[in-house]
């Protein structure tokens, strides 16, 4: 969630703007595993994570150099961490498995996306501009699947991993269907998928080690 700046437009003086604005003090505790989780996740870059942290996730009127300087460090240290330990990772992991199953179903006209989002809804509206950008160029799409970063946290701290699922058309029959599809193909590629068949609840990928190399600089 992006934090809204407080606009004095004019309004007041610095001096004045100054004694209005009184600067949280930055909790260590939480921004340390804000960083941490977004660090072992594996989608962003150490730049792109101390964008996130000092842009996004707190609010940059709030930081001073320390603060800053506090957060590169911490970044950084915690990358080092991730890469020494990469390196006794097998070759193929849990998230590798993931990734081809998913490239397997998006070639059978399934939309499978990685880290949709926050939400559910923010997952539903990405498969919703993918199937609209994949009918514009002419492929056709039966069904959606995607997990979304809470999914990549619960994951990370507690071995499981949730998939949302769905149809694009005819919903209620073609759901099952394909939550079938995944579930079989997500076997193919070692993966333990089960789900209760109500097409309300997620498919549930479990036991599951999230291990995602870091991206290169």
């Known amino acids: 969630m992006k934090f809204l700046k407080i606009l004095f437009a004019g309004l007041f003086t610095a001096s004045t703007a100054q004694a209005v604005h009184a600067a949280e003090p930055m909790d260590r505790h939480d921004t340390g595993l804000a960083i941490r989780n977004l660090v072992w996740a594996g989608f962003e870059t150490q730049a792109d994570i101390e964008v996130i942290i000092s842009e996004e996730y707190l609010d940059p009127a709030d930081l001073n150099a320390t603060d800053r300087q506090w957060i590169r460090k911490e970044t950084a240290g915690l990358f080092e961490e991730k890469r020494d330990e990469e390196k006794t990772w097998p070759k193929e992991t849990d998230v590798d498995r993931l990734e081809a199953a998913f490239e397997q179903l998006?070639?059978?006209?399934?939309?499978?996306?990685?880290?949709?989002?926050?939400?559910?809804?923010?997952g539903r509206s990405d498969a919703e501009d993918e199937y609209h950008a994949?009918?514009?160029?002419?492929?056709?799409?039966?069904?959606?699947?995607?997990?979304?970063?809470?999914?990549?946290?619960?994951?990370?701290?507690?071995?499981?991993?949730?998939?949302?699922?769905?149809?694009?058309?005819?919903?209620?029959?073609?759901a099952p269907v394909i939550a079938r599809e995944a579930m079989a193909v997500l076997g193919q590629h070692g993966l333990k998928a089960e789900w209760d068949g109500d097409v309300g609840q997620r498919i549930r990928v479990a036991p599951f080690l999230w291990r995602k190399r870091s991206p290169a600089e």
């Open 134 to 174: 994949r009918k514009e160029a002419g492929r056709s799409s039966r069904g959606w699947l995607f997990y979304h970063a809470q999914d990549v946290d619960g994951a990370l701290s507690g071995g499981e991993l949730h998939i949302a699922f769905g149809a694009f058309e005819d919903a209620d029959n073609m």
């Open 106 to 122: 998006g070639k059978v006209d399934i939309i499978a996306l990685h880290n949709a989002g926050n939400t559910r809804s923010d």
